[in-house]
Each structure stands twice: as C-alpha cells, then as structure tokens.
C-alpha cells in the first residue's frame, strides 16, 4: 500500500535550518511531485511547493523563494525539504503529498513538527 | 494568483443533517481543478474530492462535490459523527496552488 512516513519531530533556535525527509513505499516513485505543505498551530494549511521526482525540477512558493530548497534521492525513494534562516512564525508542522497527474494530492505523510524557539 | 475563500467559517449541525459548505475563487479555476480535504485533529487532510466533483477513492457517498469556474459547493448529505472536522478547499490548476482558510463542521 501506499505510504509517505516522515522524518521525526525537530527543535531549531531562530536562524537555523531544518531539513525535513519523506520516505515514500508502495508506488513508483518517480511516477509522482511530491508536494510539500504546513500548517502553522491552529492555523490552515499553507502549500510550500513541489518537486518532480523524475527530473528534479521544483516549483516554490513567492513566500519561500529563497528559503526553501526541495530535493530528492531516487535510489531510495526519499524527499527532502528544508527550510534555513527559520522564524519563531516557522513553527508549524511540515507536511509531503503525493500528486497523481490530474489529481490533487492523495496520500500525505504523517506530518512533521517543526518548533523554532530560542 | 487565485485566492480562495470559505463560507462559513463554522457550521453547527446535529448528526444526520446536510451540510452545504462553499468555496469560492477570486478568478476561473482552469479544467475545474478544485479539490476538499477534510482534516480532523492531529491528522493529516485526507482527499475527499477533486475535480470539482470525481470522489477520490473509499470516499463515502454522502459527500458531493459541484460547481464551476469560480463558485464550488461540498455537500455532506447526512451527517456521521465522524464528519465533525474541519474541511479545506484547494485549487490545482495553476500554480501556486493555494488552500482555502477552511470551515469547520461542529457539532451543535
């Protein structure tokens, strides 16, 4: 079955950088964008952006432009997102999501914490 | 970029009433690419619908989703206890692809 299980819960001070994987099982993985969304504590959920697994190109959000790198290894059907020069308003958990083509985003992982605090 | 809006913000129902919840974008949503997430405490949004209207897979039937260019509806026929949550709409046609602020379906 399809599953994207996430790396654990991280504490950064303000001014580091995280980087959060996305270990995907049950499907081909380079078939699929793994996208990329938080949700801020009681808040919505944000899209961050996406990669294409297969070539490696990545679409981002205006609001992370430049903060944000999304990567993947192919060999182990994992994605990475990471985040530097975090916030204390970064604090948020961090979401992947699968894509099918046409579709929108149909299986997500577990989620990861992410809390920014001095 | 197309901004997304939901009404209401919170819809108090008892169990076994219909839920209408609406979503709205600020300009034409290209090949209907709307899709409803519902997310309960905790957990990550599950895909209700997409395509404005296809039920993605193991999706109940009570949940409906209609609408076109700008105005979406996400019908819950007969509320189940385990349809208390909150409920996101998204648009993915074009990008960014932005979520809508949610309504949440409480329990009256």
């Known amino acids: 079955q399809v599953q994207l299980v996430q790396s654990g819960a991280e504490v950064k001070k303000p001014g580091a950088s995280v980087k959060v994987s996305c270990k995907a099982s049950g499907y081909t993985f380079t078939d699929y964008f793994i996208h990329w969304v938080r949700q801020a504590p009681g808040q919505g959920l944000e899209w961050m952006g996406y990669?294409?697994?297969?070539?490696?190109?990545?679409n981002y959000a205006q609001n992370f432009k430049g903060r944000v790198t999304m990567t993947r290894e192919r060999s182990i059907s994992t994605a990475h997102m990471e985040l530097t020069s975090l916030r204390s308003d970064d604090t948020a958990v961090y979401y992947c999501a699968r894509r099918p083509p046409q579709v929108a985003f149909d299986y997500w992982g577990q989620g990861t914490p992410v809390t920014v605090s001095s | 970029e197309i901004v997304l809006t939901q009404s209401p913000v919170t819809l108090s129902l008892s169990p076994g009433e219909r839920a209408t919840l609406s979503c709205r974008a600020s300009q034409s949503i290209s090949s209907n690419y709307l899709a409803w997430y519902q997310q309960k405490p905790g957990q990550a949004p599950r895909l209700l619908i997409y395509g404005a209207s296809t039920r993605a897979s193991g999706i109940p039937d009570r949940f409906s989703g209609s609408g076109s260019g700008t105005d979406f509806t996400l019908t819950i026929s007969r509320l189940e206890p385990e349809d208390f949550a909150v409920y996101y709409c998204?648009?993915?046609?074009?990008?960014?692809?932005?979520f809508g602020p949610g309504t949440k379906v409480a329990i009256k």
């Open positions: 990669i294409n697994v297969y070539s490696g190109g990545t």
């Open positions: 998204q648009q993915y046609g074009a990008s960014p692809w932005p």
